[in-house]
């Protein structure tokens, strides 16, 4: 299977390790492929195999995970995902495992804490760092290429809007595209509109995400009403609630986002 996310499990803790490989088996696109106690194991292992992500535990009964962390950001090759599990409160470690190459930690002591939690996280974010990597070891020419492609993609779905009744002066207009643009981009990533659309799209644009929320969600009820059905029917021609006049942010930036990818 070409998406099985292959996971080396570093952790000293017999119980904690079945846990993993208990909760695992209800995750199909997951892999533990290699678990060990030992630094030094672990290691080697990543040296002559491909793994996707660690799941490493910094307290080791042989060797370290700090050390072990630092190895693996001082060999020079491309890293893994690494997930850092810890029962350290210390602000200075943990900063420490950032700026060497952790791109998540999970304290155990956290009341929310479980097996299951560390997996779901690595579902969740693993294919948005798997992106970005792609996109970092591009070329100068093939980001120019890609930024040139985006330009098009966004003067084509502005047009489709519009034609569709928006207007440029509506403040949830380039929300609406930005969203559109976005989760385009993102071809087989699903992206939720509260946790992942609103937040990149505030970021980018200075503001909040309850105003990216509350101005497309005003450009869309503004536009449903005013536009004709034969019009609407056209460049939209997907169901929506008809009591409420108009279909949700998430359900039009989504469906927009397929049609206009035909």
Not at 22 to 49: D, K, W
Not at 178 to 184: A, E, S, T, Y
Not at 216 to 242: D, M, W
Request: charged residues 25%.
């Amino acid at each position: 299977m070409s998406d099985l996310i292959k996971i080396l499990l570093v952790e000293d803790d017999l119980q904690v390790c079945e846990n993993f490989h208990i909760t695992m088996l209800r995750q199909p696109s997951l892999a533990i492929v290699c678990t060990t106690g030992s630094e030094q194991e672990a290691f080697e292992y990543l040296n002559t195999h491909e793994v996707d992500v660690v799941i490493l535990d910094v307290e080791l009964s042989e060797g370290d995970g700090v050390s072990l962390l630092h190895s693996i950001e001082e060999r020079g090759e491309e890293k893994p995902f690494i997930v850092v599990v810890t029962n350290t409160a210390s602000s200075v470690t943990l900063e420490y495992m950032r700026q060497n190459g952790a791109d998540y930690i999970y304290r155990k002591t956290n009341s929310s804490y479980s097996e299951e939690k560390v997996l779901s996280i690595i579902k969740k974010i693993y294919p948005y760092q798997k992106i970005l990597n792609e996109r970092g070891n591009m070329s100068l020419v093939e980001r120019y290429n890609e930024e040139r492609a985006d330009a098009v993609t966004r003067r084509y779905v502005e047009g489709e809007l519009e034609k569709m009744g928006f207007k440029r002066k509506q403040v949830g207009f380039q929300y609406a595209v930005d969203g559109i643009v976005m989760i385009m981009r993102n071809q087989g990533v699903p992206l939720r509109a509260t946790a992942d659309i609103y937040p990149a799209i505030a970021e980018a644009r200075n503001t909040t995400k309850e105003c990216v929320e509350r101005g497309l969600r005003n450009a869309i009820e503004v536009t449903f009403a005013s536009a004709k059905i034969p019009q609407l029917s056209y460049f939209y021609p997907f169901s929506y609630n008809q009591k409420k006049g108009r279909p949700t942010n998430t359900e039009f930036l989504t469906n927009m986002a397929l049609r206009l990818q035909m």
